[in-house]
C-alpha cells in the first residue's frame, strides 16, 4: 500500500493556500491575477509570452488579467531594451503589498497551527520537512 504522503502534502498546502488568498478580497484580486503578480514578484519581471508559458494559460488570457492589474496599479509595463516591439511586466510596490500580505497571512495560519500542536512537536515536523525536502531536491529533475 502507498503512503498517503502525496495527498497529505497536497492538502496541507491547499489549505495554507486558501487562507493566504482569503486577503485578495480586500485588494479586488482574482486568484488568477494574484499568480500573475507572484510569478513577477518571484522570479523578476517577464514577458507576457512568458507568463503564459509559465502559467499554463493563453496569451489572450494574460493580457486580459495584465490590463486590469496595470490599471489598478499592481503592475507596470517596461520597454525592452533589446526589442523595441516587446515589453516587461514589473511589479510595483502596490503589487508587493498583497504578495506580502498574503504571506504574512500564511505565515500567521501557520504560526497558529503550530502553537496548537506544541513547541516540541512543531520542532520535530519542521526538522523532518527540512529533511524532506533535501531528499527532494536531490531527486528533482527540471525538465
Known amino acids: 500500500?502507498?503512503?498517503?504522503?502525496e495527498r497529505i502534502l497536497r492538502?496541507?498546502?491547499f489549505m495554507v493556500k486558501v487562507e493566504g488568498r482569503k486577503v485578495l478580497r480586500d485588494f479586488g484580486i482574482t486568484p488568477a491575477q494574484?499568480?500573475?503578480?507572484?510569478k513577477i514578484y518571484f522570479e523578476g519581471p517577464k514577458r507576457p509570452g512568458e507568463l503564459s508559458v509559465l502559467?499554463?494559460?493563453?496569451?489572450?488570457t494574460v493580457?486580459?488579467?495584465?490590463?486590469?492589474?496595470e490599471a489598478d496599479g499592481y503592475l507596470t509595463r517596461t520597454p525592452d531594451p533589446?526589442?523595441?516591439?516587446a515589453y516587461f511586466l514589473v511589479i510595483t510596490r502596490k503589487g508587493e503589498e498583497v504578495i506580502e500580505k498574503v504571506i504574512e497571512r500564511r505565515e500567521n495560519f501557520i504560526e497558529k497551527i503550530?502553537?496548537?500542536l506544541g513547541k516540541e512537536k512543531s520542532s520535530k515536523i519542521l526538522d523532518y520537512l527540512k529533511e524532506l525536502k533535501g531528499v527532494m531536491e536531490r531527486n528533482f529533475s527540471k525538465q
Not at 1 to 5: D, N, V
Not at 34 to 38: A, N, R, V
Not at 55 to 60: D, E, P, T
Open 34 to 38: 494574484f499568480d500573475i503578480l507572484q
Open 11 to 13: 492538502e496541507i498546502c
Open 1 to 5: 500500500m502507498k503512503q498517503p504522503f
Open 114 to 116: 503550530t502553537s496548537d
Open 63 to 69: 493580457t486580459g488579467l495584465v490590463k486590469r492589474l
Open 82 to 85: 533589446a526589442d523595441r516591439r
Open 55 to 60: 502559467l499554463g494559460v493563453a496569451k489572450s
